[in-house]
């Protein structure tokens, strides 16, 4: 048994903040998978507008900007749909750093709403870091950390 606080195993690196989003692509925070081995992408769906869709996948890249950004195969989650009661609704997307392309450390996830304004978020949590702790690593959006 670990006597590690689960806040210094996992950080929480990326996120698509909570909001209505209009139709449009929107690109979580860029993910340094040279730091942390392992990353999870968890996309959250509230209410969709009619006939609302939520697509999600990951992307990689060779740096923290997205340059050179492209699709990882496999790592996308099947549409989420109004019409298919998805409301309200999550997906997840695990990762290894040992998925990526040599060259391309980064990686991040893309939501793309489409049809109709759905009220949506993303997190990324990762984890088994090189360098202790991982919150080291958090977002500083992170506002507090109570143990």
Do not use: H
Not at 15 to 25: E, G, H, R, V
Not at 85 to 93: E, G, L, R, V, W
Not at 106 to 117: C, H, S
């Amino acid at each position: 048994m670990s006597n590690a606080e689960l806040n210094e195993i996992v950080g929480i690196l990326a996120t698509i903040d909570p909001d209505n989003y209009a139709a449009a692509a929107y690109t979580s925070d860029w993910v340094p998978l040279q730091d942390l081995r392992r990353a999870m992408f968890i996309v959250m769906v509230g209410d969709m507008g009619t006939n609302g869709t939520v697509d999600f996948k990951l992307q990689e890249a060779t740096d923290s900007s997205g340059t050179g950004a492209t699709d990882i195969t496999g790592k996308s989650i099947t549409q989420l749909t109004q019409a298919g009661t998805d409301d309200n609704k999550q997906a997840i997307i695990e990762i290894d750093a040992s998925e990526l392309t040599d060259g391309y450390p980064y990686v991040a996830a893309v939501m793309t709403v489409g049809t109709a304004a759905s009220d949506a978020a993303a997190i990324c949590l990762a984890g088994d870091a090189r360098f202790k702790p991982a919150s080291d690593f958090d977002l500083s959006s992170v506002d507090e950390i109570v143990t």
